[in-house]
C-alpha cells in the first residue's frame, strides 16, 4: 500500500491528514489525491484543498483526466481574485476544467476524458465541499458518521452504475456545493469509487468510526478494498482530524457588527474606547467621519460612525462589514484601507480608518479656480487605474463620485467608501438592487440591467465632467451640456472623449476604464494639450469665422453701395 501522513498548519487551522492508495507510484491507476494549501501559492486567505479525483477510462487516458481536474480546480481556485467567494472560485475552476476535457472528448471520441471529482476546502471557519461524480465524503463527530455526499450514477441494466455527472462529461458542469460547519476532533472522510465499491456498507462504517490515528484508518479501508478487488480500480482514502480551527471568520465578524449598538454622534473630547473624538471631517445622511486620536496605537485615525437613520436601512448597516473586509482584502496604494481592532476593545459599531492629509475632490472642484487642464486628466486617469485594479479583484465600487475621492498633497488620490460595493464573486448574480447616487448611475441601471464595469465607466465619465466643469452635471431635465459649453478653454477632444464616457447608449459607451484611460492618453498624445495652451480659445480664429467675417462685411459693403445709388437717382 502507498500511504502518507502529516500535520498540517495553514490559514488557522490545524489538520492531521493521512492519505492512502492501492496504487502502485509506477501504475498507471486512474485514482489521483492532492492536498494544497495557500500558503503554496502565497495567498494564506484561500485556505487549504483535499482533493480526490479518479479518471474515466483505461490506462493512461484516465490518469490524465484525474489529473487534469484537480490541477485545473487548485490553480483556478487560488489563483482566483481574493473577493471572489470560495464556491465561486472553485466552480469557475472547475469549470474552466471541465471545458477543456469535453473538448478534448470531441476531438477525439475513441479516447474521452472525464472524471469523477471531490474537494474538501478549509476556508475561514468552514469546510466546503465541491462534489461531481462518484467519490464520497463522511464526517465522523463523536463515533457519529454523516454522509455529506450522494453519487451521480446512472443505473445500467446489468445491474452496475455508469456516471451521470463528471468533469469533462457534457458542455456545462453542475456541481454539488455543500458547506459544513466543523468542530475540533471532527474527522473527515473521502472515499474514491474503488474504496467502498465491493465492502457493505456496515463493515465500511465500522471501519470509518474506528478509533484509531488517521492514518491507520485510511489503510485499513483501502487494504480491505484491494483484497476484495474492484471493477473501479484502485482505491483511495483521505482522512483528516480536525485538530484546531482558526479564529472568528468573516461571517462571525459579522454577526458581531449586527449586535453592536449604534451610539449617537460623539461630541469633540470624548473618549470612545481609547479614541479621543476630534473635529467632524464629513457628514452625510448615514454616516459621520470625525477625526481621532488612537491612544493606544499613538496615531491619529478617522472614526466612521454610522448615524441612528442607519438602524431603518440594513443595506447600509450591511455595507459597514462589507467596506472593511474590501479594505482588508484589496491592498493597493490608492484604496483606503482599514484598521482592524479587538472586539474586546470595540464598544459601538464604527469603522477606524487611517488619517489621510488631503481634500476630497467634491470640495476642490467647487473651489476657484477650475482645475488646470492637465491636472484634470492626471487625477481622471488615476481613478481609471484605480477603477480597474478594483476589477482585477472582482469588485465594482457602484458609488463612484466626488465626494468619494480624496486628493492627497503629493497629487495622489484615495477611493474612500465601499460600503456599496458589487462582489460578482460574493453577491448573486440577479442581485438587481439599486446601489450609488442616482445622478451618477448609468441609465440601464434604473432598467435592472446588471453592474458591470461599462455601468462603472458612466459613474466615471460624470465623475470626471463634473471635475473639469467645476461642479454642474452633464445632464439637464431636457438636455446634455457639452463640455465646451462650460469650459472653452479646453480641447475640444477632451468633451468627445468624456461623451463617450457618459453615453447613454452602453452599446456606444467605453466598454471599462481601462478603454476610458486609452482614449485619454491617445488625446494627450497628438499633440492638442500643447496647442491648447499655446493659444487660447478667446483668441484662436477659425476658418468658419474668418468666412463669417468676410460675409458680413461683403454684405455691409452692399448695402452701403445700394444706398448710395438710390439716393443719387433721387437727386
Known amino acids: ?131 461531481v461524480g462518484d467519490c464520497r465524503v463522511y464526517r465522523n463527530r463523536a463515533s457519529q ?66 478509533a484509531g490515528p488517521a492514518d491507520q484508518v485510511a489503510s485499513s479501508v483501502t487494504e480491505v478494498a484491494h483484497a476484495h478487488g474492484s471493477r473501479y480500480g484502485d482505491a483511495t482514502a483521505v482522512v483528516i482530524d480536525i485538530l484546531k480551527l482558526p479564529d472568528a471568520s468573516l461571517d462571525e465578524m459579522g454577526a458581531m457588527f449586527a449586535k453592536l449598538p449604534i451610539r449617537g454622534v460623539p461630541r469633540d473630547g470624548d473618549n470612545w474606547d481609547g479614541f479621543i473624538i476630534g473635529r ?34 440594513q443595506v447600509f448597516r ?78 465594482v465600487h457602484r458609488d463612484l463620485k466626488p465626494e468619494n475621492v480624496l486628493l492627497l498633497p503629493d497629487g495622489e488620490i484615495k477611493l474612500l467608501d465601499l460600503g456599496l460595493a458589487y462582489l460578482p464573486g460574493v453577491d448573486e448574480p440577479d442581485d438587481d438592487r439599486l446601489g450609488g447616487t442616482t445622478r451618477y448611475m448609468a441609465p440601464e441601471l434604473f432598467r435592472k440591467a446588471p453592474v458591470d464595469q461599462c455601468s462603472e465607466v458612466f459613474s466615471l465619465g460624470v465623475t470626471a465632467y463634473r471635475l473639469f466643469s467645476g461642479g454642474p452635471f452633464p445632464y439637464g431635465v431636457r438636455e446634455s451640456f457639452p463640455l465646451q459649453r462650460l469650459r472653452p478653454d479646453l480641447p475640444s477632444w477632451l468633451g468627445h472623449c468624456l461623451g463617450r464616457a457618459i453615453e447613454m447608449d452602453r452599446e456606444k459607451r467605453f466598454k471599462n476604464a481601462a478603454e476610458f484611460a486609452s482614449a485619454l492618453e491617445n488625446g494627450l498624445s497628438r499633440g492638442e494639450a500643447l496647442t491648447t495652451q499655446a493659444v487660447s480659445w478667446g483668441n484662436r480664429i477659425s476658418p468658419i469665422r474668418i468666412w463669417q467675417g468676410l460675409t458680413l462685411l461683403f454684405a455691409t459693403g452692399f448695402l452701403t453701395l445700394l444706398a448710395l445709388m438710390l439716393s443719387a437717382r433721387r437727386m
Request: charged share 20%; aromatic share 8%; proline share 5%.
Open 1 to 131: 500500500m502507498n500511504s502518507q501522513s502529516s500535520n498540517l498548519h495553514a490559514s488557522g487551522w490545524t489538520l492531521a491528514i493521512a492519505a492512502s492508495s492501492s496504487a502502485l507510484a509506477n501504475s498507471e491507476s486512474a485514482d489521483v489525491h492532492a492536498i494544497y494549501s495557500g500558503e503554496d501559492f502565497n495567498r494564506s486567505g484561500r485556505g487549504i484543498v483535499a482533493a480526490v479525483a479518479r479518471g474515466v477510462g483505461a490506462g493512461r487516458r484516465g490518469l490524465e483526466a484525474a489529473q487534469i481536474a484537480i490541477h485545473g480546480l487548485v490553480e483556478g481556485y487560488f489563483g482566483a481574485a481574493a473577493t471572489l467567494g470560495a464556491g465561486r472560485a472553485a466552480s469557475l475552476a472547475l469549470a474552466s476544467a471541465n471545458a477543456w476535457m469535453f473538448s478534448q472528448s470531441r476531438a477525439d471520441p475513441a479516447r474521452s476524458m472525464a472524471a469523477s471529482l471531490t474537494a474538501l476546502i478549509f476556508v475561514g471557519r468552514n469546510v466546503r465541499i465541491a462534489h
Open 145 to 210: 458518521l454523516v454522509p455529506l455526499t450522494s453519487e451521480h450514477v446512472k443505473p445500467l441494466p446489468d445491474g452496475t452504475d455508469s456516471l451521470g455527472r463528471s468533469v469533462g462529461g457534457d458542455t456545462e458542469l453542475h456541481i454539488d456545493y455543500v458547506e459544513d460547519d466543523p468542530e475540533p476532533l471532527d474527522r473527515y472522510i473521502v472515499l474514491s469509487k474503488g474504496s467502498y465499491a465491493t465492502i457493505s456498507s456496515v463493515r465500511l462504517a465500522n471501519m470509518l468510526t474506528a
Open 280 to 313: 467632524t471631517l464629513y457628514r452625510s445622511r448615514y454616516t459621520t467621519l470625525k477625526l481621532a486620536r488612537d491612544t493606544i496605537a499613538g496615531r491619529d485615525v478617522v472614526l466612521k460612525i454610522p448615524l441612528s437613520s442607519m438602524l431603518h436601512d
Open 318 to 395: 450591511a455595507g459597514f462589514l462589507r467596506e472593511a473586509w474590501i479594505g482588508a482584502s484589496v491592498h493597493s496604494s490608492r484604496i483606503a484601507s482599514y484598521i482592524d481592532i479587538s472586539p474586546e476593545r470595540r464598544s459601538s459599531l464604527y469603522l477606524v480608518l487611517p488619517y489621510y492629509p488631503g481634500e476630497t475632490m467634491e470640495a476642490r472642484l467647487v473651489r476657484p479656480p477650475p482645475i488646470p487642464y492637465l491636472e484634470g486628466v492626471g487625477f481622471v486617469l488615476k481613478l481609471c487605474a484605480v477603477v480597474q485594479e478594483l476589477a482585477s479583484f472582482q469588485v
